[in-house]
């Protein structure tokens, strides 16, 4: 009874060590695979700022003005260019927004002041 116990037990702790050995290689290759990822994403990212500074050296105003000249005949852009006065639609004068009509709006907006002061009033 004693033999098989120790048996049992014997057999018990070879399955939990290499139980034990195969979490053990399992968490170690999940590890490498984590830095792996990681340096790739530091290689993004160093990237990523290199393009960033990239970008900047070329939108600059100065250098872009100057490809400007040297590539294009364009000229700065003159008032002429964008319309007179005369190509500017006036207002029809009938619209109720520049003449509105004359209705009283009521409350104390649509008293006048010749109503304050009269008889009977209570504001004099």
Same mark, same amino acid.
């Given at each position: ?58 939108? @600059? *105003? ?13 000229? +700065?852009? $003159?008032?002429? /260019? ?20 004359? @209705? *009283? ?13 009269? +008889?009977? $009033?209570?504001? /004099?």
């Amino acid at each position: 009874m004693i033999r098989i116990i120790n048996l049992l037990l014997v057999l018990a702790v070879i399955g939990l060590s290499v139980g034990l050995y195969d979490i053990k290689y399992r968490a170690e290759t999940a590890d490498r695979h984590a830095r792996q990822i990681e340096g790739r994403i530091l290689k993004e990212q160093e990237a990523i700022r290199v393009l960033r500074a990239e970008w900047s050296y070329l939108n @600059q *105003p100065e250098r872009l003005q100057e490809l400007a000249k040297r590539y294009t005949a364009l000229q +700065p852009l $003159s008032a002429a /260019q964008i319309g007179t006065f005369e190509d500017v639609p006036m207002p029809h004068m009938a619209d109720e927004f520049y003449v509105p009509q004359r @209705q *009283p709006l009521g409350g104390y907006a649509g008293v006048s002041a010749s109503d304050f002061g009269g +008889p009977g $009033s209570t504001i /004099q």
